[in-house]
C-alpha cells in the first residue's frame, strides 16, 4: 500500500500536463488550487462530505441540513471533484455548508496538504469514490473515513474483483462502507472477503418530502392528468402523439408538457396545431377549461407541478440523454413511466422499478401502450401509487446511520 501511493503520485505528476492542457481546451480548468490541496485552513470541529459531481450533490442537501441542525457545534465542509459540481453545491448550499471546496488530487502531497489544513473529524464520501492515497492518508491521521450510499455497478464488479488483492486493501481502509442495497452490500464484501465494515443504509436520494402546501390550480379537477417532465426535442413529437391517441379513448385525459428548455415551446405549439389539439401556456394562467394541455413554459415550477398530475413520463429518456429524476413525481406518488435510456438515474430507477412504481418503455408505441394499460385499469394505477410510497419508506432511514455515526464521533 505504502508502495502504490507513490507509483500512482508519479505516474500523476507524469500525466499532469497532459491533463491540463485538456481540461483548458474543454473550458474545466477550474480550481486548480483547491485540486492541488490549498483549502481553507480551519481549527474546528468539522465534517467532510464529498460528493463527485452533480448527482451526488444533489443527494446531500437533506442529510447537510439535518446535521447542522442536530449537530451544531460541527462545521460541514462540502467537496467536489467536477466544475459543475462545485457550480450546483455554491447555488444550493452556501447559506448551509460552512465551506465548499474541491477535493484534492489523489496524491501524496495533496491529500497530506488537505487533511492537515482541514483535520476533520470524519470525512463521508457518496457512492463509490476509492481514492488509495486519501484512504491511507485518514488512516495514518486516525481520521474516520466512510463510504456513504455505496454502491457498485454490474458493470464495474468484474474490475473490483480481477484486481481486488489490491482494491481489499484500499476498501478496509474505510471505518465503514453503507450501501444503497443488500445487493451492493454483497458486492463489497465479495470484494473485500468479509462483511464486517459493510452495512446496508438505503438509498439519500430518496430523503425528499413532498410539500404538503403545494397548490396547483390547473382547473383539473373532474380530468385526469398526465405531466411530461423535462421532454427533449423528439420527445415532444412522440408525447403529443401518444397523447393524440389515448385522447380519442379517454376523453377525460389532459395534458401537461413541460419542455426540458424554453426555446421548444414555439415547437410543441406547432404539434398541438397539426393534431388540433387546443393548447394554452402557465405564463398566462390558462387551465384546463377550454384547453387539453398546457404547456409549462417557465421556470422553477415543474418539480411542485407532479402534484396536479395522475401520472407522469419523465423526459430525457427516449433521446440518450440518461434520463432525468423521477422522484420529483415518485414522491407524491404518481406512477412513473420512463423511455429506457434512464443511466443517469439506473439506482434510483432499478428501486422503483423493483417495488412496482415505474415502467420503462423503448419507444413511443410502447408508451402509449403502457399508458393505456395504466389509464384503463384502476387495479393497476393504484397499485403503481402505493408502491411509490413503499419505496420512499423503504429508504427513508438512510440520512440516519450517518447520523448515528456522528452522534458517536
Not at 199 to 219: H, Q, R, V, W, Y
Not at 302 to 325: E, R
Not at 370 to 389: A, F, P
Request: net charge positive; aromatic share 12%; proline share 2%.
Amino acid at each position: 500500500m505504502f508502495f502504490s501511493q507513490y507509483i500512482l503520485t508519479i505516474l500523476f505528476y507524469l500525466f499532469l500536463p497532459v491533463y491540463f492542457l485538456e481540461r483548458l481546451f474543454t473550458g474545466k480548468s477550474k480550481g486548480w488550487k483547491g485540486k492541488f490541496g490549498f483549502c481553507k485552513q480551519m481549527n474546528e470541529d468539522l465534517i467532510i462530505i464529498h460528493g463527485c459531481s452533480v448527482g451526488e450533490i444533489n443527494a446531500v442537501g437533506s442529510l447537510v441540513k439535518k446535521i447542522k441542525l442536530q449537530f451544531p457545534k460541527y462545521k460541514v465542509v462540502l467537496t467536489t471533484s467536477t466544475v459543475t459540481g462545485q457550480e450546483v453545491a455554491k447555488k444550493k448550499y452556501s447559506d448551509i455548508a460552512d465551506y465548499i471546496t474541491y477535493f484534492p488530487f489523489d496524491t501524496v502531497p495533496e491529500t497530506n496538504r488537505f487533511l492537515k489544513r482541514l483535520n476533520p473529524k470524519a470525512v463521508f464520501i457518496l457512492e463509490t469514490e476509492i481514492w488509495p492515497c486519501f484512504a491511507n492518508a485518514c488512516s495514518n491521521r486516525n481520521i474516520p473515513l466512510y463510504i456513504i450510499n455505496g454502491r457498485i455497478s454490474n458493470d464495474t464488479i468484474f474490475s473490483y474483483k480481477l484486481f481486488g488483492f489490491y482494491f481489499k486493501k484500499v476498501l478496509k481502509k474505510y471505518k465503514t462502507i453503507f450501501t444503497q442495497s443488500e445487493e451492493d452490500s454483497k458486492k463489497f464484501i465479495s470484494v473485500i472477503g468479509s462483511d464486517e465494515n459493510v452495512k446496508c443504509m438505503g438509498n439519500l436520494k430518496f430523503d425528499i418530502n413532498a410539500n404538503s402546501d403545494t397548490k396547483i390550480d390547473l382547473a383539473q379537477e373532474g380530468y385526469r392528468v398526465l405531466i411530461a417532465g423535462s421532454t427533449h426535442k423528439k420527445e415532444n413529437k412522440i408525447v403529443i402523439n401518444v397523447y393524440d391517441r389515448l385522447k380519442q379513448e379517454y376523453a377525460d385525459l389532459k395534458l401537461i408538457i413541460a419542455p426540458r428548455h424554453l426555446n421548444r415551446v414555439a415547437d410543441i405549439e406547432v404539434l398541438c396545431k397539426e393534431h388540433n389539439l387546443k393548447y394554452g401556456k402557465r405564463s398566462n394562467n390558462d387551465n384546463f377549461k377550454e384547453n387539453d394541455i398546457i404547456i409549462l413554459d417557465t421556470l422553477g415550477e415543474l418539480g411542485k407541478m407532479y402534484s396536479a398530475c395522475d401520472l407522469a413520463y419523465i423526459g430525457g429518456s427516449l433521446n440518450n440523454t440518461g434520463g432525468h429524476n423521477p422522484l420529483e413525481a415518485a414522491v407524491w406518488n404518481k406512477p412513473v413511466i420512463s423511455g429506457d435510456c434512464v443511466f443517469n438515474f439506473k439506482d434510483i430507477y432499478s428501486i422503483l422499478q423493483n417495488c412496482g412504481a415505474a415502467k420503462l418503455v423503448k419507444n413511443g408505441n410502447e408508451l402509449y401502450l403502457v399508458l393505456k394499460e395504466i389509464l384503463g385499469s384502476k387495479e393497476l394505477y393504484n397499485k403503481m401509487s402505493s408502491s411509490c410510497k413503499t419505496a420512499f419508506e423503504k429508504q427513508k432511514d438512510a440520512a440516519n446511520f450517518v447520523l448515528e455515526v456522528i452522534s458517536k464521533l
